[in-house]
């Protein structure tokens, strides 16, 4: 989930994965795809763009891209997006979240589900929810997120205690669009968001934060979180420090979770720094030391023996994906703004694959895709887009 920007968030499927590219003229806007598929690869791509703004309310539409055709998930008077994607077979989930917008009142965001472009809700609307990430094994759907939830407390009002209401963010598990209980995750004592989510074998392993985990020895920072089968696996960040988990991947039994983590202790608004943990232990990422500029990993997925990150860097170089810590180059539009955030990566027969978006001079985001570092763009950057989960299966 985005930092929680939110929290962005990028999955691994057991799915062979892809993408395309394609440059700009200089001048203007990026003309969209199509991307090229010599590889014989189909590739998905999940996302929003907005689609208008009135009554000074932003409408945007999540959408999902086939080998750089577009289509809109949600019609364009709400407010939704799209962060994870997963493709078995000929069906396409994707997990996003949409609201209505009722006379330029926003609704609470509703954690949605999308089965080649039919939704189903896993929450009624009531309170703020998300899905942020879905796996797909056998027959089983598994989604990530949060929900808000309320509960009561007796608090003494100065004369006599009464029962007022109090609410908190919770990480959730679904599976088949039941909620399944992760540890920890209690509203009335922690904050928690789950971002990512992985299938291995018979285990389902879940990444996020929680919050005030550490409160009792005084310590109220977020924590990256690794959950296995519901259970407190893991956690990966110093609790002195705010961390946050975003995605996971494994290979021969190694597991890989990319996230970030602050750099001082006790400040939960100072600089952060990409992560990304082998497990448990750091592994150091080109460009993501600086102790000003923040940067955070948002995807990771493994290919052989090697380990591929994508997200965003704290130097002037815009390094926004990694192969085994070292940086990959990304092609820059020369209109670009130099604003540029990676969400995703991929690959497939050794082409690697990085979705997010790119600023264009007029302030827009246009959403993008990078193949071996050339990049296609995905809207033509007259409306603010962001690519946020990429999935390719080969033909």
């Known amino acids: 989930m985005k930092a929680i920007k939110y929290t962005i968030v990028i999955m691994l499927i057991c799915a062979v994965f892809s993408a395309c590219s394609k440059s700009s003229g200089p ?4 003309p969209p795809g ?11 791509v999940a996302g929003y763009e907005v689609s208008n703004t009135s009554n000074n309310t932003q409408r945007q539409v999540a959408k999902v891209w086939k080998n750089g055709a577009g289509t809109s998930l949600t019609d364009d008077n709400g ?26 009142t926003l609704a609470n965001y509703t954690a949605t589900i999308w089965k080649n472009g039919v939704a ?12 942020h990430a879905v796996a797909v094994q056998g027959n089983d759907v598994y989604v990530a997120g949060y929900e808000v939830v309320q509960y009561d407390v007796l608090e003494f009002n100065g004369t006599s205690y009464v029962t007022v209401k109090r609410s908190n963010r919770v990480a959730r598990l679904w599976k088949n669009g039941a909620v399944m209980p992760l540890e920890l995750a209690d509203p009335q004592k922690t904050e928690s968001v789950a971002n990512g989510i992985a299938v291995q074998g018979n285990d389902v392993y879940v990444v996020g934060y929680i919050k005030g985990l550490y409160s009792n020895v005084g310590y109220y920072g977020a924590v990256a979180q690794v959950w296995k089968n519901g259970s407190a696996m893991q956690s990966l960040s110093d609790k002195k420090k705010n961390g946050n988990a975003n995605a996971i991947a494994f290979n021969n039994g190694d597991m890989y979770v990319a996230g970030t983590e602050n750099v001082q202790e006790g400040n939960p608004s100072g600089t952060r720094q990409a992560r990304l943990w082998k497990n448990g232990t750091g592994i150091p990422l080109d460009g993501a030391s600086d102790i000003i500029r923040s940067s955070e990993a948002f995807g990771v997925t493994t290919y052989n023996n090697d380990v591929y990150t994508a997200g965003m ?24 703004t130099q604003a540029r ?9 050794g082409d690697v694959y990085v979705a997010g978006f790119e600023s264009n001079v007029q302030g827009k985001y ?3 895709i990078w193949k071996n570092g050339a990049s296609t ?12 989960a990429i999935a390719v299966v080969g033909k």
């Open 313 to 336: 860097s704290g130097t002037s170089t815009m390094v926004n994906a990694w192969k085994n810590g070292s940086a990959l180059t990304l092609t820059t539009d020369p209109q670009s």
């Open 341 to 349: 955030t990676a969400y995703g990566v991929a690959v497939q027969n």
């Open 366 to 368: 246009v959403a993008k």
């Open 79 to 104: 407010y939704a997006n799209a962060f994870g994607i997963a493709v078995k077979g000929s069906d396409v989930y994707v997990a996003g979240f949409q609201a209505a917008i009722n006379n330029g």
């Open 27 to 30: 001048g203007n806007p990026p």
């Open 377 to 388: 763009s995905l809207t033509d950057g007259t409306k603010l887009a962001e690519a946020h």
């Open 34 to 44: 199509p991307p090229n598929n010599s590889t014989g690869a189909d590739v998905y």
């Open 120 to 131: 189903t809700s896993l929450t009624d609307g009531k309170l703020l929810a998300e899905a």
